[in-house]
C-alpha cells in the first residue's frame, strides 16, 4: 500500500521546483508576490468545516484525492467537438488544462481596441501595468485558495481593454479540463483590466471531458476604470467528478457598470466566490445567478458586494432548482461601509426544491454601517408552486412538462441577462433539457 | 355529456360535497348559485382535477367516460376547461406561448397533428376580438399584474381558443365593469353551438340576463338543495338565500 501523498505538501514542492526553473524571473516582483501568496498558503492550509466560510462545503473529498498538478494538454479539434456551442462569434480562447491553445483559437479584436494575450505574454509585455494591478483586488490573506491560485499565478487569460473602446465583439474563455488519462488539478488566473469609458464583455466556460476527477482552482481579477462597462459570464457545465473553486473579484472605480452572471449546469463541487469591491462612487452593479444541481452535485456560491463609497447601487438575484440529493449554499454580503451614504443594495435568493432529499442553505449576512441607505433582502426555498402547475394542467399539459415550463420560466429571469446571443440560447437549450430529463 | 352522481369529496378531514347529483346535456347551460362557501369552487375544481380534494363517493362520467380516472390534463384534452375563480399569475410565461403549448398538446391528445404558426395566429386573432382582449396583454407573463378584470377576461380568451366540450366558468363574473361583462358574455354566447355545454357560477342575475341559462341550480351546504329555471335565479335576486336556507335546515 502507498500512504497517500499530502496535496498541500506537493503543491508546495511543485512550487519550489518551478522556482528553480525560473532563472532571472525570480526575483521580479510578480515573483515574489506568487512567494508571499505561498507563504500565506502554507501558513492557512486547507480549511475545513470549523472555518465559517466554509461550514457547508467540505474540501475533505477534494484534498484527500491525488491529482496531477502539471497535467499535458494534449487535444485535436475532433475531441472537442461534443463541447461545441452553436454560432458561437468572437474572441475564443481555448485552455486545456490551463495551458493556452492558440492553434484552436480565434482572436479577432484589433490589439489598439482589446489586447488579448496569455496571462504570461501579458506580464512579458506589460510587465508594469501587470504588476499595478495583479492580486491587488482578490485577497489572498485569508483565502487559501486564492493565495494558492495567486502563488501559482501562470495559465490563463490577460485582458487590456484600452481607454474609451467599446469593443463590441465578447471576448469567451473557454476552460477545458482534460480528465481522460488522470485526475488533473489546473490553477487559472485571469487578469481584465477595463480603461476608463472602455466597455467589454468576457465570458468563461467551464467543461471537462474524461471520466478522471478534475480540480480547477481558479481566479478573475476585474479593475474597472472610471465609467467602465463591464459584462461578465462564468457558465459552468462539468462533470460529476469536477471540483471547482473560483473567485471572481471586481474593482470599481467612479461610474463603473458592471453585469456578473453565474450559470451553474452541473458540475460535482462547486464553490463560487463572488466579490465586488466599489472603490469609488455612482457604482452600478448587477449580480445574478443560477445553479441547477441534480444527483449528489454541491454548488455552493459566496457573493459580497462592499459598498466603500457612497452613491452606489447594487442588486442581486440568485436563483436556484435543486434536484435529487443535490446540496446548495448561498451566502450573500453586503457591507455599506461608514461613508456609503445614499447607497441602494438589493439582495434576493429564491430557490425550488424539486426533490424532497435536496438541501439549500441560504445565509443573507447585512452590515450596514451607514444611516442614509436603502437596503433590502430576501430568500425564500419552497416547493414548486403546485397552483401554478394545476392551471397549466387544467388547460391541457402535462405535469412533466408543466413543471419543465414552470421551470424554465423561474430561470429565464437570470438567463436573459446574458448579452452574447450564442451563449444565451446554449444555455436555454441546455436548461430545457435539463429540466426535462431530472 | 357529464353525468355526475352522488359525489362526495372532502379536504382533509372537512368533507365539502356531500352528495352532488347533476346532468348536463349536449348544448345546455346550468347556473350555479349559492351562498358562499357552499362548495361552488370545490365542484368545478374536482371536476378539473384538483388533486387537493379527496374523493370519497359517487361517480362523474363526461361522454361515457369515468371523468374521476383521469389526470387534469387528459380531462383538459377531452373537452372540460375550468375558467378560474382566481386565475394564478405565472411569471415569464407569455400567454400566447402557454396557449401554444396548451393547444398542441391537447391536438397530440386527439391524435391531430400540431397547429401551424399561420393557423395559430389566425385563430388567436379571432378570439382576441370575441372578448375584446389586447396584444399586449398576451405578450406579458401569463396574468401576473393583471387586473382583477383582465384576468377573468384572459380566461374567457383561453376557452375561446381551446374550444372545450364543456366550459365551467367560476364567478368569471366577478371583477368585470358593466362593458365587460357584457363583452365576456356575448364571447361565451358566440361559443354556444348547440353542443358546447357550460356550467356557469355565479352570485348574480346579471350574467344570467346575457348569458340565458337552461336550468338554475342553487348549491348549499355541499349538496344541491334547489334546481328550477331561469325564474328561480330571479326569485333569488329578489329574496336571497334565507327561505332556502331555512327550508333545508328544518330538514335537519
Ligand atoms: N384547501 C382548503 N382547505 C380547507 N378548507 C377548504 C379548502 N378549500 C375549500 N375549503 C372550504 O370548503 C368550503 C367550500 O369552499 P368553496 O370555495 O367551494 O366555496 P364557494 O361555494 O365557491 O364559495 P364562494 O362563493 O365564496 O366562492 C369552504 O368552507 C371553504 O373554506
Ligand atoms: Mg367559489
New binding site residues.
Given amino acids: 500500500m502507498t500512504t497517500p501523498i499530502d496535496f498541500k505538501a506537493q503543491l508546495i514542492a511543485e512550487f519550489q521546483l518551478n522556482e528553480t526553473r525560473l532563472n532571472g524571473e525570480s526575483r521580479s516582483s510578480l515573483h515574489q508576490r506568487r512567494r508571499l501568496a505561498l507563504s500565506r498558503f502554507e501558513q492557512l492550509g486547507f480549511p475545513t468545516i470549523r472555518h465559517e466560510e466554509w461550514k457547508y462545503s467540505n474540501v475533505k473529498n477534494l484534498v484527500s484525492q491525488e491529482f496531477n498538478i502539471t497535467p499535458s494538454a494534449e487535444i485535436s479539434h475532433e475531441d472537442l467537438t461534443s463541447l461545441e456551442i452553436p454560432n458561437l462569434a468572437g474572441n475564443i480562447l481555448y485552455f486545456i488544462n490551463g495551458q493556452y491553445q492558440p492553434q484552436l483559437s480565434t482572436i479577432v479584436s484589433p490589439a489598439d481596441e482589446v489586447e488579448i494575450l496569455t496571462f504570461t505574454e501579458g506580464y512579458k509585455k506589460y510587465p508594469a501595468l501587470v504588476e499595478e494591478h495583479f492580486a491587488q483586488y482578490a485577497d489572498d490573506s485569508n483565502d487559501a485558495f486564492t493565495a494558492l491560485n495567486t502563488a501559482f499565478a501562470q495559465y490563463g487569460a490577460f485582458i487590456h481593454v484600452t481607454k474609451g473602446k467599446i469593443v463590441e465583439t465578447p471576448i469567451i474563455l473557454r476552460f477545458i479540463s482534460d480528465a481522460r488519462a488522470e485526475n488533473v488539478a489546473v490553477q487559472l488566473r485571469n487578469l481584465v483590466i477595463v480603461e476608463e469609458r472602455a466597455s467589454v464583455k468576457v465570458a468563461e466556460s467551464f467543461r471537462t471531458i474524461g471520466d478522471f476527477s478534475s480540480f480547477t482552482n481558479t481566479v478573475t481579477e476585474a479593475f474597472l476604470g472610471n465609467e467602465a462597462n463591464y459584462d461578465h459570464y462564468k457558465v459552468q457545465d462539468e462533470s460529476e467528478k469536477a471540483f471547482h473553486i473560483g473567485t471572481t473579484q471586481v474593482h470599481h472605480s467612479d461610474k463603473a457598470l458592471s453585469y456578473d452572471t453565474t450559470v451553474t449546469l452541473n458540475g460535482g463541487w462547486i464553490r463560487n466566490n463572488l466579490n465586488l469591491v466599489m472603490g469609488g462612487e455612482h457604482v452600478e452593479a448587477h449580480l445574478t445567478g443560477l445553479y441547477l444541481p441534480n444527483g449528489k452535485q454541491h454548488i455552493d456560491n459566496h457573493t459580497l458586494v462592499d459598498h466603500a463609497m457612497p452613491n452606489s447601487y447594487s442588486n442581486e438575484l440568485y436563483k436556484g432548482i435543486m434536484f435529487d440529493k443535490s446540496t446548495g449554499v448561498f451566502n450573500g454580503k453586503i457591507f455599506v461601509r461608514e461613508d456609503a451614504q445614499k447607497t441602494n443594495a438589493y439582495q434576493s435568493c429564491k430557490n425550488v426544491l424539486a426533490s424532497p432529499d435536496a438541501t439549500m442553505n441560504t445565509k443573507p449576512q447585512l452590515e450596514i454601517y451607514a444611516d442614509d441607505v436603502k437596503c433590502s433582502h430576501g430568500t425564500t426555498t419552497g416547493q414548486m408552486d403546485e397552483e401554478a402547475l394545476f392551471y397549466l394542467q387544467s388547460r391541457g399539459i402535462p405535469k412533466d412538462k408543466g413543471r419543465a415550463l414552470l421551470m424554465l420560466a423561474f430561470a429565464e429571469d437570470v438567463v436573459e441577462k446574458i448579452k452574447i446571443p450564442a451563449i444565451r440560447e446554449y444555455l436555454e437549450s441546455a436548461i430545457a433539457k435539463k429540466v426535462g430529463e431530472v | 355529456m357529464l353525468k355526475i352522481e352522488n359525489l362526495q369529496a372532502s379536504?382533509?378531514e372537512?368533507q365539502?360535497l356531500k352528495g352532488i347529483n347533476l346532468e348536463v346535456k349536449p348544448g345546455e347551460v346550468h347556473a350555479i348559485m349559492?351562498?358562499?362557501?357552499?362548495?361552488?369552487?370545490?365542484?368545478?375544481?374536482v371536476l378539473a382535477g384538483r388533486e387537493?380534494?379527496d374523493v370519497t363517493g359517487g361517480s362523474v362520467l363526461f361522454e361515457g367516460k369515468d371523468l374521476l380516472e383521469l389526470a387534469p390534463e387528459e380531462r383538459a384534452a377531452e373537452g372540460i376547461f375550468l375558467a378560474f375563480?382566481y386565475p394564478v399569475e405565472i411569471p415569464g410565461v407569455s400567454t400566447t406561448n402557454f396557449l401554444k403549448t396548451a393547444l398542441n398538446e391537447i391536438r397530440k391528445y386527439q391524435g391531430q397533428e400540431p397547429l401551424d404558426a399561420v393557423s395559430f395566429l389566425k385563430r388567436m386573432k379571432e378570439k382576441m376580438k370575441l372578448v375584446n382582449i389586447d396584444q399586449s396583454l398576451l405578450s406579458r407573463s401569463l396574468n401576473e399584474g393583471f387586473s382583477g378584470g383582465e384576468k377573468k377576461r384572459n380566461e374567457v380568451f383561453q376557452m375561446a381558443m381551446l374550444e372545450p366540450r364543456l366550459g365551467i366558468l367560476?364567478?368569471t363574473d366577478s371583477g368585470l365593469d358593466i362593458d365587460a361583462l357584457r363583452i365576456v358574455a356575448e364571447g361565451v354566447n358566440t361559443l354556444r353551438d348547440g353542443e358546447r355545454s357550460f356550467i356557469v357560477?355565479t352570485?348574480y342575475q346579471r350574467l344570467l340576463d346575457y348569458i340565458v341559462p337552461d336550468f338554475v341550480h342553487v348549491?348549499y351546504k355541499?349538496r344541491i338543495v334547489k334546481s328550477g329555471t331561469k325564474e328561480l335565479a330571479l326569485e333569488l335576486e329578489e329574496k336571497g338565500y334565507d327561505w332556502i336556507k331555512a327550508e333545508v335546515d328544518a330538514l335537519v
Avoid: F
Fill in positions: 379536504i382533509g372537512k365539502i349559492g351562498p358562499n362557501g357552499s362548495g361552488k369552487s370545490t365542484l368545478a375544481s387537493d380534494y375563480q367560476d364567478e357560477v352570485h348549491l355541499g
